[in-house]
């Protein structure tokens, strides 16, 4: 074991963190943007998981669920932890490397400290960081809980679980480095890890298969008749051996109430205990794949808080397009952002696709198979909005994530609003594009399905929409590039993937519901614009009129909405100094 | 070239540059010297564009950065100490995308001396990821050469490079300097500067303690002594702390 001056120093660096992070955290909420942030995040999380739970502990009395699904329940969840363990083994992995920092590395292995110390260290820190993420599982599943016990030996369960998944996750990585040293292959380890499997679990699965009756009319109706079956089939053959481990792991979490809690306790503690000396007498080299996945995490944190999500995955990317040395700077722009959004978002993949659903869409037809394309309608019609008004959300390709290089962009002989249109121009475009196709396949389904609408419409509604799909991706665009501009430091801790806390959770919710209210606001205006255009037209020369001229009115209110807004941005991107604006 | 006039910036309640007033003409180098926060990059970056001053003028080349600030641009190249790069274009594409935003027509045909001058033409198809910071600094100059500009500013130029690099970056600004740029070179690096500029202008807190030739500020500083380095001669003058 650990010296004591050993162990006191690395219980001091762990505590000295833990305070450190809730310190800061406290102390930025005296920034508004945090503090706004923080209230609504601790009011989201009250009304949706806490709210509830306390209502149903204090006013409802617990009812336990149906005998059956307590049956039912723990042996599915028994299952399905055999299943996780069992694709850990099969799936490749890497050679062992338990999760130090950066700093953790440069500080202690250099220091004289005992390797077990290290790890022994290690897998503490991380079971002592499992509770936080307990307790969280214990609030979301606070709804569908099956057991009577109280939520916090709920919590103390999962730990257990959790735990030992882990270690167990860590054990696998340790004799894989053994395997690795051995000079065998990840792919013959996969292959000699599913012969295994194929004996171990598929050997008895048959047999079980073999003795268990089919299920009969009777058995399939109802839940509780299928869970009664399903618990015949779990308990059948030797299956009942296999599940009697994870069993024990998940009994606690599953506890009707404390007494049978701290009975099932014992037995799921041994088993974390002997996965922790499994660990612990697992004597491998760790250090260089520590010391590796320590400077892989680094570098995606810096890309995180750089704004850049594809950081450890670049990949040299060909010309979208030839990109000539003179013409309008916009579409250097484009090409720059099409460059880094990959290989996929090329005019000629955009060209391929649309043939490709020109094809299926022919081939359905011709097959009169009805059943494919109602599916191919439905799907094409489903993503439309979300294309429409997720798309710009995800799409982010523009200022979002350039406002890091702001400074080299100003420098630029252009004015702000060329540099802020250009920087928009390619999710338009992408977002745009694919908006097309999945118009093209309502199109295209739509009119060869027999419907009331006259032909015209079928054709003319989705060119409409299409012709004005730039206009409304554009005018989201300018809402997020707006705010990212207007607001950049809260933009900037909200988009780092790498910060959590209740007030980053309330600063997404405020941004998301802006956002939301500024694109009602943009489209108020062209709505009611085509309403009084439609209304007045159609009254003098009818709707073949007025809905040609509505629709021209709410292009036009749009594109002027861009319009201005680029405008607008353009001159807040020319005063526009990240430095200042994310100085504290 | 450069003209500068009672350029202020001020932030909040901190004033990071107070009433700055200079002038570089074409060939000439000044170097801005100055304790840290001094407001040396600061200055460099409102010359650039990057901030607007709270009050004063600025022209490069003969246009009003106010006024018509895309003329300006046109002019100018700013490197900064870190090489500001796009993480995902290749040094080719980097070299055409900056091509495209100042219409630099047959932009290839001047790459390839200019690659080859940085030794980078080997690395055409190399994204920044794979470049070390050293290289990546010659790309940021070999993107900045591109347009030919007229006003060349340097902030912190030598930073990771190796000295043959140290040689031939010096020997560059001699070059763009003799050629007829206007050039102003930020560093701690004293002897860079007493090898490379013409005229130094020392910063402190924001004010200008005193420009010059180099001539004229060791006389002024060297307490006598004609041959007093510019390090005395700069510890001298910002009164030897910071």
Not at chain 1, 478 to 491: R, T
Not at chain 1, 498 to 523: K, T
Not at chain 2, 38 to 66: E, F, M, N, Q, Y
Not at chain 2, 90 to 114: G, K, M, S
Request: aromatic share 8%; hydrophobic share 55%; glycine share 8%.
């Amino acid at each position: 074991m650990m010296s004591h001056s050993v162990a006191g120093a690395l219980l001091y660096v762990r505590l000295a963190t833990i305070r450190g992070w809730f310190a800061s955290r406290l102390r930025r909420l005296k920034q508004p943007k945090y503090a706004i942030g923080a209230v609504i995040g601790v009011v989201y999380i009250y009304s949706f998981f806490i709210r509830n739970f306390v209502q149903d502990r204090g006013q409802r009395p617990w009812t336990p669920p149906p005998a059956e699904a307590m049956a039912f329940a723990p042996d599915i969840a028994a299952a399905a932890l055999l299943v996780v363990i069992a694709l850990n083994w099969i799936l490749p992995r890497s050679r062992a490397g338990l999760t130090f920092s950066e700093a953790e590395i440069s500080f202690l292995f250099p220091a004289p400290i005992k390797r077990s110390t290290l790890i022994h260290y290690r897998l503490l820190s991380t079971l002592l960081t499992l509770v936080l993420t307990a307790l969280f599982m214990t609030l979301v599943s606070g709804g569908w809980a099956v057991s009577g016990a109280s939520a916090w030996l709920r919590a103390a369960g999962w730990w257990v679980v959790l735990g030992t998944i882990s270690l167990h996750f860590t054990a696998t990585s340790f004799v894989v480095t053994r395997l690795l040293d051995r000079g065998v292959t990840s792919l013959a380890r996969g292959a000699a890890g599913l012969a295994v499997l194929a004996v171990a679990i598929g050997v008895p699965l048959v047999w079980t298969l073999i003795a268990l009756p089919a299920p009969t009319q009777q058995d399939l109706a109802g839940l509780p008749n299928v869970a009664r079956y399903f618990e015949t089939a779990l308990n059948s053959g030797p299956l009942p051996w296999l599940l009697a481990i994870p069993k024990l792991l998940i009994a606690p979490m599953f506890a009707a109430d404390a007494r049978a809690f701290v009975l099932a306790l014992g037995p799921a503690l041994l088993v974390l205990a002997a996965h922790y000396a499994w660990v612990l007498f697992s004597a491998v080299s760790f250090e260089e794949a520590s010391i590796a996945r320590a400077e892989k995490r680094a570098t995606k944190l810096a890309a995180f808080r750089a704004g850049n999500l594809r950081a450890t995955a670049l990949k040299k990317l060909r010309d979208p397009f030839k990109l000539r040395d003179t013409g309008r700077p916009e579409l250097a722009f484009l090409w720059k952002n099409l460059v880094a959004m990959g290989r996929l978002f090329t005019p000629r993949s955009a060209l391929i696709a649309a043939g490709i659903i020109v094809a299926a869409c022919t081939w359905l037809a011709i097959a009169d198979l009805r059943g494919g394309k109602a599916f191919v309608a439905v799907a094409a019609t489903v993503s439309l909005p979300i294309l429409l008004f997720f798309g710009p959300m995800f799409a982010r390709q523009d200022l979002r994530s350039d406002l890091k290089n702001a400074d080299i962009l100003k420098t630029y002989p252009l004015d702000g609003a060329t540099i802020v249109f250009g920087e928009m121009l390619a999710p338009i475009a992408v977002l745009s594009v694919m908006t097309w196709l999945a118009l093209l396949a309502v199109a295209l389904t739509g009119a060869t399905t027999p419907t009331q609408l006259p032909v015209l419409v079928k054709v003319l509604g989705p060119l409409a929409i299409a012709v004005a799909v730039p206009f409304l991706c554009a005018l989201q665009l300018v809402i997020h590039n707006g705010i990212a501009l207007v607001f950049p430091a809260w933009v900037a801790s909200v988009s780092n993937h790498g910060e959590h806390g209740l007030d980053v959770l309330g600063q997404r919710l405020l941004f998301f519901a802006g956002q939301i209210v500024l694109l009602a606001l943009g489209l108020l205006p062209a709505a009611l614009g085509a309403a009084i255009t439609f209304f007045v037209v159609n009254s003098l020369a009818g709707p073949i009129a007025a809905a040609p001229l509505a629709w021209l009115v709410v292009l036009s209110v749009l594109g002027v909405e861009v319009w201005g807004g680029v405008r607008f941005l353009g001159e807040r991107f020319a005063r526009f100094d990240l430095s200042s604006e994310l100085r504290p | 070239m450069i003209e500068v006039t009672g350029l202020s910036k001020v932030f909040g309640t901190f004033t990071a540059v107070r009433e700055l007033s200079f002038a570089v003409k074409p060939g000439e180098v000044l170097g801005l010297v100055g304790p840290n926060g001094a407001g040396k990059t600061t200055t460099l970056r409102t010359i650039a564009g990057i901030i607007p001053p709270t009050t004063g003028h600025v022209s490069l080349a003969g246009h009003d950065l106010r006024a018509a600030p895309t003329d300006a641009k046109r002019a100018l190249a700013f490197f900064t100490d870190e090489p500001r790069l796009f993480d995902y274009l290749t040094v080719r594409q980097h070299l055409n995308f900056v091509a495209r935003l100042y219409a630099v027509p047959d932009h290839e045909a001047i790459a390839r001396p200019l690659l080859e001058e940085l030794e980078i033409a080997d690395r055409l198809d190399s994204l920044p990821a794979e470049l070390s910071r050293g290289m990546k600094q010659k790309l940021a100059i070999a993107c900045g050469l591109l347009h030919s500009p007229r006003v060349l500013m340097f902030d912190e130029p030598l930073t990771g490079l190796d000295p043959l690099g140290i040689r031939r970056m010096k020997d560059s600004i001699l070059k763009r300097a003799r050629a007829g740029a206007a050039i102003i070179l930020s560093s701690h690096l004293l002897h860079l500067l007493e090898e490379v500029c013409s005229h130094v202008l020392i910063l402190k807190r924001g004010e200008k303690i005193a420009d010059g030739t180099v001539a004229e500020i060791r006389a002024r500083f060297g307490n006598g002594d004609a041959n007093a380095n510019l390090e005395d001669v700069f510890i001298r003058a910002t009164g030897g702390s910071e």
